[in-house]
């Protein structure tokens, strides 16, 4: 089956450690996004990748970095100078004009303590 | 940088009344969508409006893109409790592949 999928589901981290999220499709998608999901605050865009070996800052870029070494891989590393990690983070891809809608993975909650 | 704001940010309802929410762009757009997030879960492509002044339907919801190209509403007719779930609008500008999201709007449908 086609999908995006986000792992892990739940993770947890000290303060101050830099902590990946891994984000794979097999939809073919040129892009693919990341945003942070806060109660209240709706999903913020961190990052987006349009095409492999590029992407650019979305809204609240500070503290977190990604890669797009591969058309199906975009990991999200948030490191430790972001300064409020704890949220729910959701991955989509999309594959562009022919077929508009973004397909999200099932997100990954970090709490940092 | 393109805001989309969503009003309201919370809805209560009466099983079998109908539900409005709205959705304002800063900016132009080059089409809307809407997604639909169950409790617990993730955002759902609902459907994509493109064309100013377009009007769709999905058996009794109805969406709307303005003339102007920079707000949008759902509609929802005599709503079910399988209607529960957290609403967002989200627009594209020209060009871009960027999607910027609404706040959303939480329904909730008291049986």
């Known amino acids: 089956d086609g999908g995006i999928t986000q792992s892990p589901k739940y993770l947890f981290r000290k303060e101050g450690q830099n902590v990946t999220l891994s984000c794979e499709q097999n939809l073919n998608h040129d892009a693919m996004y990341w945003y942070r999901q806060d109660p209240g605050q709706g999903l913020r865009l961190i990052y987006y990748?349009?095409?492999?070996?590029?992407?650019q800052k979305g809204d609240i870029a500070e503290g977190y970095s990604v890669s797009r070494e591969k058309k199906e891989s975009f990991p999200l590393t948030v490191t430790s100078a972001q300064k409020n990690p704890t949220a729910f983070y959701l991955c989509?891809?999309?594959?562009?004009?022919?077929?508009?809608?973004?397909?999200f993975g099932q997100g990954t909650r970090l709490t940092v303590v | 940088g393109q805001q989309v704001m969503q009003i309201p940010q919370y809805q209560h309802v009466q099983e079998g009344e109908d539900f409005t929410t709205y959705c304002n762009s800063s900016t132009t757009l080059s089409n809307i969508q809407w997604y639909k997030q169950r409790p617990g879960g993730h955002p759902v492509f609902l459907i994509q409006l493109v064309k100013s002044g377009e009007v769709k339907k999905q058996k009794r919801l109805t969406f709307q893109f303005g003339e102007a190209k920079k707000n949008s509403s759902l509609h929802i007719t005599a709503t079910q409790t399988t209607d529960v779930g957290t609403y967002f609008c989200?627009?594209?500008?020209?060009?871009?592949?960027?999607?910027?999201f609404g706040k959303g709007t939480k329904l909730s449908v008291i049986p």
């Open positions: 990748s349009q095409i492999v070996n590029d992407f």
């Open positions: 989509a891809s999309r594959q562009g004009t022919s077929q508009p809608e973004a397909f």
């Open positions: 989200a627009g594209r500008g020209a060009g871009s592949y960027q999607l910027t």
